[in-house]
């Protein structure tokens, strides 16, 4: 779990830059060998539900479910506003 930062206490995040989330969060196929090893680096893992990641230093949510693998919220501070 290198690559996690410890944002806060007890807050955990994943560290993604823009180029990471194009490829790998658009990828259709969850058994691209490809896609599995970025994920096994970045200790990802299907079906975890939303986690929180950051990408390029802003925060936001990431969907882990097979079927809806990828899907990423807004900014978090855009949530709600």
């Known amino acids: 779990m290198a690559f996690r930062e410890k944002m806060a206490e007890e807050e955990v995040r994943i560290p993604m830059t823009k180029e990471e989330h194009r490829k790998y969060g658009g990828m259709r196929d969850v058994n691209d ?22 990408i390029d230093g802003v925060n936001h949510l990431f969907n882990t479910d097979r079927e809806d693998f990828g899907t990423t919220s807004y900014p978090e501070d855009k949530l709600g506003a």
Do not use: V
């Open 33 to 54: 060998p490809e896609l599995l090893a970025w994920m096994a680096e970045k200790g990802i893992e299907f079906d975890q539900g939303l986690i929180k990641i950051t």
